[in-house]
């Protein structure tokens, strides 16, 4: 099993709608979740970041952590055409490891 | 002011050749890294210098060494080029600790293309 499991679409939704990505990992000793957001011939850049299970919001954008079942969520409220791109969740102990990314197209 | 810049953008070169990358920093980070994404967008992380000493080593070729002079800068050279090194290749930074939630602040990238 991979350390870390992320559909890599694409997802395709309407604007206005609220998108919800996921991952789901095998380690346990992860404690450090992040999204990046990854636009086409750019770098990633970090979104969000959360510490051990809960959920934490930053406008339109809710990062949400479960432990107890290995899975991670980022949503994305009133989603916008802009918000077209890569979302990769990462997760770390002690180095980050990167889920392969969801390609995420928001149709105008 | 870019955080992390790379040079070149765009390198297209034949098989056998060596080349170099260059990353150069300015937010006073500790910890630089070079990571390869292939293809099917899998980011992969290959080195991990901290205040110019190796820190992570993943298993990668050795025609593939890294060098950094200080810890604003950390170059990677890349001998006997195959077809397979064909990928993106990204410049990262982070304070100390950077995996500890902080973040990375990545560069844009390198498409290194091997004819």
């Known amino acids: 099993q991979k350390e870390v499991e992320q559909d890599p679409g694409p997802l395709s939704v309407p604007e206005g709608a609220i998108v919800s990505l996921n991952c789901t990992y095998s380690?346990?000793?992860?404690?450090?979740f992040m999204w990046y957001r990854q636009y086409s011939r750019k770098g990633p850049e970090l979104l969000m970041y959360t510490y051990s299970s809960g959920n934490k919001e930053d406008g339109r954008f809710t990062a949400q952590v479960d432990k107890s079942s290995k899975y991670i969520s980022l949503f994305i409220r009133d989603s916008q055409p802009s918000d077209s791109a890569t979302y990769l969740c990462?997760?770390?102990?002690?180095?980050?490891?990167f889920g392969k990314g969801t390609r995420l197209h928001i149709l105008p | 002011d870019t955080a992390v810049s790379q040079t070149p953008k765009y390198l297209v070169t034949q098989m056998g050749n060596d080349k170099s990358i260059k990353c150069e920093q300015n937010l006073g980070h500790d910890t630089m890294y070079w990571y390869k994404q292939d293809s099917k967008k899998f980011l992969k992380i290959m080195f991990s210098?901290?205040?110019?000493?190796?820190?992570i080593n993943e298993t990668v070729p050795n025609r593939f060494s890294p060098k950094s002079p200080d810890k604003a800068h950390l170059n990677l050279h890349i001998n006997s080029l195959e077809l397979g090194d064909s990928a993106v290749y990204f410049c990262?930074?982070?304070?100390?600790?950077?995996?500890?939630?902080?973040?990375?602040?990545f560069g844009s990238g390198t498409r290194l293309t091997v004819v």
């Open positions: 990462a997760m770390s102990a002690d180095k980050i490891i």
């Open positions: 990262a930074s982070s304070p100390l600790g950077g995996q500890r939630g902080g973040g990375y602040t």
């Open positions: 210098y901290n205040n110019k000493e190796l820190i």
């Open positions: 380690n346990s000793a992860f404690q450090y």
